[in-house]
């Protein structure tokens, strides 16, 4: 180890992602402090003439091509996409850092439409700047009177998925705004971005999404009451708490394969996944700080009767990493708590109630349907939620000519 030399190492904030090598050259993948794609090209002969190549604004993810063992070519394909725009085909040429992009016919991509991509950053609760990535296609000033849909994950250092969606840009041209919210606990500004929620620092995951969305509304970015988040897993362990905590930012939440009872399922030890995610949430049976850490942002242990955003729950009656008996509680206890607030005041300004809709799909695992027209079915779903919970229109489409 003494012996060994640095050849690259990423400034404060930033993070790799994937690396290559290919011929005498690795090639980076990284982020920035806020977000953004880079590439830096290290000459294995030459570490200390290592360069970064920018990568287009809008781009999010990145797929490599990977070289065979055998490969001398100097160059690197790859596909950028985002995820309101399709995958588009680049290469880079290690020796000069020409970046030039095309399809395989040697044409240029289609018009990348005409949609706005914004790097922002939310001002945490402890000063924390958290990264927020923001899609719209209408014009700022017209901003505040659009529908906002959040996007949030924030556990096990694992990034917000970034790639091309069809569903999120049918959202965008019918004028939705997308923001993702990169808070602590995934890994988008690397280990340390991790480590600062995991155990008794899961607060500040909730804090960070709710800088997020307080950031957003001082931009004239949507409004609460045309605000809704979606989050799967262990991201519903935030939208939960921040449900609990500020029910009034936002109208409605659509949850998949929802992480709810978190003090319920790791106080079980019988449970296959409660002892390997120790690491992540703590251990309350034996540690007495991570109880009282975890019993404080529980989503389903800080159920209070109030006026709740409306609801979708989706789970899967397969899942074996997210127990269904906790999703199940959670819509019970949320119900209940929302039927003694309205009991209690009947004259509540919250009107109309909440829709709290569950929608188990059986025999359906973790990652959700396989099937193409169940996921269809599941996709109608959610949208149909979405517009008639924020009281909006159903979407119109242009028929096109045969």
């Given at each position: 180890?003494?012996?060994?030399?640095?050849?690259?190492?990423?400034?404060?904030?930033?993070?790799?992602?994937?690396?290559?090598?290919?011929?005498?050259?690795?090639?980076?993948?990284?982020?920035?402090?806020?977000?953004?794609?880079?590439?830096?090209?290290?000459?294995?002969?030459?570490?200390?003439?290592?360069?970064?190549?920018?990568?287009?604004?809008?781009?999010?993810?990145?797929?490599?091509?990977?070289?065979?063992?055998?490969?001398?070519?100097?160059?690197?394909?790859?596909?950028?996409?985002?995820?309101?725009?399709?995958?588009?085909?680049?290469?880079?040429?290690?020796?000069?850092?020409l970046l030039l992009s095309g399809t395989e016919d040697g044409s240029f991509?289609?018009?990348?439409?005409?949609?706005?991509?914004?790097?922002?950053?939310?001002?945490?609760?402890?000063?924390?700047?958290?990264?927020?990535?923001?899609?719209?296609?209408?014009?700022?000033?017209?901003?505040?009177?659009?529908?906002?849909?959040?996007?949030?994950?924030?556990?096990?250092g694992r990034d917000l998925h970034m790639e091309f969606c069809p569903g999120?840009?049918?959202?965008?041209?019918?004028?939705?705004?997308?923001?993702?919210?990169?808070?602590?606990?995934?890994?988008?500004?690397?280990?340390?971005?991790?480590?600062?929620?995991?155990?008794?620092?899961?607060?500040?995951?909730?804090?960070?999404?709710?800088?997020?969305?307080?950031?957003?509304?001082?931009?004239?970015?949507?409004?609460?009451?045309?605000?809704?988040?979606?989050?799967?897993?262990?991201?519903?362990?935030?939208?939960?708490?921040?449900?609990?905590?500020?029910?009034?930012?936002?109208?409605?939440?659509?949850?998949?394969?929802?992480?709810?009872?978190?003090?319920?399922?790791?106080?079980?030890?019988?449970?296959?996944?409660?002892?390997?995610?120790?690491?992540?949430?703590?251990?309350?049976?034996?540690?007495?700080?991570?109880?009282?850490?975890?019993?404080?942002?529980?989503?389903?242990?800080?159920?209070?009767?109030?006026?709740?955003?409306?609801?979708?729950?989706?789970?899967?009656?397969?899942?074996?990493?997210?127990?269904?008996?906790?999703?199940?509680k959670y819509a019970e206890q949320l119900k209940k708590a929302i039927h003694?607030?309205?009991?209690?005041?009947?004259?509540?300004?919250?009107?109309?109630?909440?829709?709290?809709?569950?929608?188990?799909?059986?025999?359906?695992?973790?990652?959700?349907?396989?099937?193409?027209?169940?996921?269809?079915?599941?996709?109608?779903?959610?949208?149909?939620?979405?517009?008639?919970?924020?009281?909006?229109?159903?979407?119109?489409?242009?028929?096109?000519?045969?």
């Amino acid at each position: 180890m003494a012996s060994w030399v640095s050849l690259f190492v990423p400034g404060p904030g930033s993070a790799v992602k994937d690396m290559e090598v290919v011929g005498d050259h690795c090639v980076l993948a990284g982020t920035t402090p806020t977000n953004e794609l880079v590439l830096t090209v290290v000459p294995l002969t030459h570490p200390m003439k290592a360069y970064t190549v920018p990568l287009p604004s809008w781009a999010c993810a990145i797929e490599t091509k990977k070289p065979g063992l055998a490969d001398e070519s100097k160059v690197l394909e790859f596909l950028l996409s985002s995820p309101v725009h399709p995958p588009v085909p680049y290469c880079l040429y290690l020796e000069d850092g020409l970046l030039l992009s095309g399809t395989e016919d040697g044409s240029f991509p289609v018009n990348r439409g005409n949609y706005t991509t914004r790097r922002l950053e939310a001002c945490s609760q402890d000063h924390t700047l958290v990264p927020v990535t923001l899609f719209h296609a209408v014009p700022v000033e017209g901003l505040r009177q659009m529908p906002l849909l959040v996007h949030v994950y924030g556990a096990y250092g694992r990034d917000l998925h970034m790639e091309f969606c069809p569903g999120k840009r049918l959202l965008l041209e019918q004028g939705w705004t997308l923001a993702y919210c990169h808070i602590r606990g995934g890994g988008e500004l690397g280990l340390s971005w991790q480590r600062q929620a995991q155990k008794e620092g899961k607060q500040k995951g909730v804090e960070d999404l709710q800088a997020c969305l307080q950031h957003l509304f001082s931009l004239c970015v949507s409004s609460p009451s045309l605000t809704a988040l979606t989050a799967c897993s262990a991201g519903a362990v935030p939208v939960g708490a921040l449900c609990n905590r500020h029910p009034h930012m936002m109208r409605a939440v659509s949850l998949q394969a929802p992480f709810l009872d978190v003090l319920g399922t790791m106080e079980d030890p019988s449970l296959p996944l409660t002892l390997e995610d120790g690491e992540e949430w703590g251990d309350p049976l034996g540690n007495p700080k991570h109880r009282l850490s975890i019993t404080s942002y529980c989503p389903l242990h800080n159920i209070s009767p109030q006026c709740y955003p409306s609801m979708l729950l989706t789970a899967y009656s397969g899942d074996a990493r997210v127990p269904l008996a906790g999703v199940l509680k959670y819509a019970e206890q949320l119900k209940k708590a929302i039927h003694t607030h309205f009991t209690v005041d009947p004259k509540s300004e919250c009107k109309p109630a909440p829709n709290i809709v569950l929608n188990i799909q059986p025999g359906v695992n973790h990652q959700g349907p396989e099937d193409f027209q169940l996921m269809l079915e599941e996709e109608a779903l959610n949208l149909a939620f979405l517009y008639k919970e924020l009281g909006l229109d159903p979407p119109r489409y242009k028929r096109k000519r045969s």
